[in-house]
């Protein structure tokens, strides 16, 4: 038996006998009184009791939701309540702009806004109405003019649950739109939960939950990646999961995991406390990477943090719109140090077996391309959304007889894994951005992290983090000596890059901070 749908997924694994605590670093915001502790059978009636929030906020079968709250795991609950209504959950980013939040609404129409005071201030503060996009609006955490409050709600019986066919619209995820407003991805129950979540609940060997595991994440509920995450991981009936929703690591100390799933900037954010006396991830057997690029350094300091013997990382590349397209295994031996400046993490690994296909092709041909040659690549994979929501020709513009246009550029190595070069928009003729990013941050210790600009007439330009916001210029140019020319560099703390709601850099907005303006090499087609 599998996984099959969102709306009983918690009243499933109740049926199923599954005990799996889920301890929380602070209390859901549509539950602020409950506490940070949950049985499977506290969390089958707070789904049931959101369906009747928002039943009686006129939601209804095929119905759109708007889900706009600050991060926590109660996205993937409020989710699974309107999938439960048979209604449509479109979760999206309280980081993203008051104005492309308007956009996306826009395109959306939904019966219902789901949000919270903080987010309608935000948006007034930059004269940008987000109620007017949706029929009505319901507030999470207090009264609002003309919105509904949840207080009102509390205690409404829900309706019968409704079934939808496979292949019906389930939910709708955002794109991390580093580059510019954000694609609405659509996907089905059998391309996001048959395709992804069931398989994902398979037991394999080492990668699996296990029930003595306690397993935990920090990675953004928003997004494409949560709704498969919670689904597979409670499946497989863990001991305990551990959710963090705020970014801060406490509640790791008082529930130590033995497999961590996290955001590429949680994990460099934690960096730190690898290094402390009795630190989290002593009893750590596997960390899981999703979502964005993970450096040499930050995968070392991880790695060498558990006390285990083999301790594995895996580094996951994909898409909201593919799921998993390749995956590798990182060791202590794979990321030691090295003296030349070949970057360890940069082989993104082999396709997922049996699920996706790769094929690297000429930009401007589309042919393939043999091994060792740049190209875009293309996957192929049946777990592929149906749709950009709005943006039905952009999705269309990206297929190529059944091929998906990743947008990347890489190559295919002559033993069949993947090396990543860049976003196509990114790319430096000869070059690797994400390579020299790399090399950076291996060499010099006090920075936390790289981003290389590129700009066509001028020499690339690296934006360097550092916890105190200075860089030793004789550390620096010792480092980059060997490096193809760059300008010199910026010296940024974390706060002043701008970033996404899963952390990535926000590359067109740090251009023009920069004032470097809109030009790159690539043509931005695929993104």
Known sequence: MKPSDLGTLFEDLVDRGVRTVAELDRPLDIAPDFGTT??????????????????????????????????????????????????????????????????????????????STGV??????????????????????????????????????????????????????????????????????????????????????????RSCDTVASAIAYCHGRAVPWTMSVLWLAPEKVVVIGSGSPEALFTHRPTTVEALPSVYVRWQGLTQVPGNPFEDVRLYVSTFDAMHPPTVRAFLGASRRRHPLWVQVWGQTETGPMTFRFLTRRSVASRADRHPTTRNLGRPVPGRTRLKVVDPRTFQEVPAGRPGLVLVRTSARCVDYVGESERYAAKLSGGWWNSGDVGVRTRTGSYLLLDREVDVIPGQSCVELEDVIEDRVPSVVECVVLGTPGQLPVPVVVTTTGALDPAEWIAAVRDLPALADPVVFTWDRVPRTGTGKVRRMELRALLHRGPATFGTGHWT
Do not use: C
Request: a neutral charge; proline letters at 7%.
């Open 120 to 209: 309608l201030d935000n948006a007034r503060d930059d004269e940008t109405d987000l109620m007017g996009f949706g029929r009505r609006t319901l507030v999470l955490d207090g009264r609002y003019p003309g919105a509904i409050d949840l207080a009102a709600l509390r205690g409404t019986r829900p309706p019968g649950f409704v079934r939808r066919a496979p292949d019906a619209p389930l939910i709708i995820n955002h794109t991390s739109g580093t580059t510019g407003t954000p694609k609405l991805v659509l996907h089905t129950a059998e391309t996001l939960i048959h395709q992804l979540a069931a398989r994902e609940a398979q037991r394999v060997p080492v990668l699996s939950s």
């Open 38 to 115: 949950y049985t499977m059978a506290d969390l089958a009636g707070l789904v049931r009791n959101a369906a009747g929030w928002l039943h009686a906020a006129g939601v209804g079968p095929g119905d759109r939701v708007a889900v706009v709250k600050e991060n926590h795991w109660d996205y993937v609950l409020l989710a699974a309540a309107a999938a439960r209504l048979g209604a449509v959950p479109a979760l999206l980013s309280d980081h993203l702009p008051p104005q492309t939040l308007q956009v996306l609404l826009k395109r959306l129409d939904p019966a219902l806004l789901v949000t």
